[in-house]
């Protein structure tokens, strides 16, 4: 998943990860490395870590205004930071870490974790908890078991997120369709044909190559799109849901894909293509920067009424196993996720605060951000989220993929049976590496 508490733009993010995914298919690491690991450390005693992230100019700033705050609460820890755009970060720690020099803590995703960790790249942090260098007690919603696998500690969520749709209001009001916990897809179906013939806009922007709403629906039907080892699901399940998206585009139901390729990066919700989106929770700041109506946030359908498939995904971080101050990483760690005060710097802008300090200390005043905390807490209160299951080695090939792919056949460059065909190839490949 990219998932992702990025709060970066959906359509940057699906450019970014077929970028990544190429970068990545190409650029294997070594099962071991040899070269030094990361971090220094001065004649006075003072330490210095190298911290990595993807992001952009403002993820920068919030992030420096943090470690000034950590410096200054521990003066013997200092750290060298590193950004880039999400594409390109991947490229540049690949190539480090096949070089045995990866930065000390960097950000991470759950689709990472068990690549790297079969590339013997990353610290398992139990040791760290052990000896009391790294809390993981007062986290929300089981949000402190997201970074396991295999019983180690991989990564430390700092965002939580998850899938929503984001609606057009105004549309939706015009349409009569009002959305609640526990509608089903038959419900989701009807409400996208009154807005075709109500509003005279495509109810939804495409579900094509939406991978994690794909994952839910698959959830809701007891299966999912990862297993610990491979793929969760079918050619012949994939086929039914790819074949009811090209039918909802034929129809008019969802957003013409051509139309959709033409205005990015605006998205098709924002430029009034469609009445709504699925995507994650903390996007809808984006739908409010690009539109000019109301946004809001509607639960994901279901297949009973009852089951929705949901989790909390997580941004990570995640920590060098050749650094030589894991110590240091650690209390880095546990300041990030939390410091009270660093969450009234960061804001939403990796998800909402994991932590239960954290997220009673940052409380949003604007309606966007107010919106995306509540619905968080209804998930928590409606008791419909389960745990995720940790992607294999080889999921973030497998979602460029799909991404991919599902481009190319709402583009009309492929059948149903080809896209199909193509993926499942494609997949066995990157999971059999």
Known sequence: MQQGGNAGRQTGRRTVLKAAGASLAVAGLGATATACGGGSA???????????????????????????LFEKKHPKIKIKTDFQPYPDF??????????????????????????????????DLNEQVKAGNLS????????????????????????????ALVIDRPVYTRAGVKPEQGWTW?????????????TGRAGDSGMYGVMYLYDLYLRQ?????FTEEGLGFTEVDLTRWWTKAEKGVRTGL?????????????????????????????????????????????PVPTTDGRKTGQYLGSLMLSASKRTQH????????????????????????????TTQAQFDAYRPTDPVNKAIAAYEESLVESGVLEPITPHPNGADICEAAFLRIAEELGLGKRSVADAVKQFFTESKTALAG
Do not use: C
């Open 326 to 353: 894991p110590k240091e990483v650690a209390q880095f760690i546990d300041f990030m996720v939390h410091e009270p005060e660093v969450a009234e710097i960061m804001g939403y802008d990796r998800g909402v605060p």
């Open 186 to 198: 038959d419900d989701f179906d009807e409400a996208m044909t009154r807005i075709r013939d109500r």
């Open 90 to 123: 991947w490229k540049k720690f690949n190539t480090q870490a096949s070089g045995g020099n990866p930065p000390d803590v960097f950000q991470n995703a759950i689709g990472f974790l068990r690549k790297y960790d079969a590339k013997n790249v990353l610290l």
């Open 136 to 163: 993981m007690e007062g986290f929300r919603a089981g949000l402190e078991k997201f970074g396991e696998v295999d019983g180690k500690l991989l990564g430390v969520p700092v965002g939580s997120n998850s899938l």
């Open 254 to 298: 969802f957003a013409d894909p051509k139309k959709v390729a033409q205005i990015k990066p605006k998205s098709a919700l924002s430029a009034e293509l469609a009445g709504s989106e699925f995507t994650w929770d903390n996007f809808t700041v984006r739908y409010t920067s690009e539109g000019k109506s109301e946004y809001g946030l509607a």
């Open 42 to 68: 001065s004649s006075d005693g003072t330490v210095t870590l190298r911290y990595s992230w993807w992001g952009a100019e403002d993820r920068a700033e919030r992030i420096n205004k943090t470690i000034a």
């Open 221 to 225: 039907n007891g299966k999912a799109f």
